[in-house]
């Protein structure tokens, strides 16, 4: 079955009694959905494993010499994932002062830790700086206040983000690299910020540039490392100058329905950039850079499934409802960038996909409509349904509409389950309210 193919790859079909349940990790997910109630996600750590693997083997494979993954914490950060990459002596990309604080309660060395944004607050800025190895700078402004602090602190490694002008295909909200992006600085600013750099004896290492998340072809970003090889070549005449360290960012796509299947292998887009680096260093007589990669979705979106409830059913003009006890609050995608999803039924998966359906959940809106037109077995209330690809940039972009509290996160590992983030109580909801005075 072609869906199966999109969940964890330790998915398997396990018969008991009369029925066939979904099994993650050696788990049946009925049962997990039992013991920790709905919506519950789960992260399976052997296909977040697997993704790491796909990335570093194609680097040792293209690009030896010198390089590395940092993970895009925004895909999604909690205390054990901070861990996890730890454990797996990688990097950590975190944006701001609240995901440093994740860094640092999982106790990443400094050298490890990485900071975006794209307007930093000072609060960003003390706690990159007290906490980071690299901080990538995103304009000018931010590397006068960068300035101004190394007279009471030495800053970490810096990086200038270059936007060239060049996105890569995919919705537009998600684009960064084109001209108009608000992300980054043009090449003549680049320069001028090298020169500020050597000016003011600041410890710049680096270039990086990010085009855009979630795109399928690594075509466009030939043209952004011409761009930035190209300003390398010009650093070293005017500045003799050029930087160790060269990041293209992340971006790479997953597959999140059947439909999008057969994907291009990660090896295919790290071997895309490492050829072109390769063969654009040697045509420039550049240095190779060392090479940091920085992906967040391709390498935690598979690890994670959503599971939800079904409350009710309803037929309406056109339409089979299956109404969900989850939806805009923990995953926002399709309402903001109309993300297609696919789902099984945790009981039965492999019954007959006969009943176009949507997927609405409890939220009052009808933009909290998680699936629209996916072909289904005709479920009834109470039977549990699982969305593959839930791992990356769904929890991390929830929300308390409604007074959702978030859901609970487990952790799959070993035939172990580990609950690594509670659900949030209504308690919870209250914790940073205070009374107004009485009168
Ligand atoms: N580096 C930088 C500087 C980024 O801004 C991002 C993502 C990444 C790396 C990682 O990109 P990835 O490999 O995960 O595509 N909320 C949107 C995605 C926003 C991406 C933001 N930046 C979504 O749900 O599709």
Redesign the pocket.
Known sequence: MKRLALFPISTKIEPRADHHYLNIGGHALDQLAEDYGTPLYIYDRATLDASLAAYQDALAKHYPDSAGI?Y?G??YLCLAVAQWVDQQNIWL?C?GEGELSIAAAAELERENVLV?GVNKSAGDLSSAISGAGTI?VDNLAELERLQARQINSPLPNLWL?LRPGEPVDT?Q??Q?GQESSK?GLNPAEILQAVAYCQQHNLPLTGL?F?Q???FHEPGPLAAALDTALDLILSMRKEYGWVPDVLSP?????VPYTEDDLPHQPIENYVRFIAEHLVEGCKKRDLPLPHLQL??????VAQAGVAVYRIGATKETADRRWLLLDGGLADNP?PA??D?AYSALPVRDPEREPTTATWLGGPYCESGDTLISNLLLPKLETDEFIAIPVSG???L??GSNYNGARKPAVIWLENEAVHLIQRRETSLDLLQRDNPLPQS
Request: charged residues 15%.
């Open positions: 940092t895009a925004k895909a990309d944006t975006h990538v983000r919705h909200h998600i960064t992300f990086h990010h855009g998340s979630h960012g992340g971006g790479w796509g920085e992906p967040g979705r391709s390498l995608r903001l960038y993300a990356a940039y769904q991390s972009m």
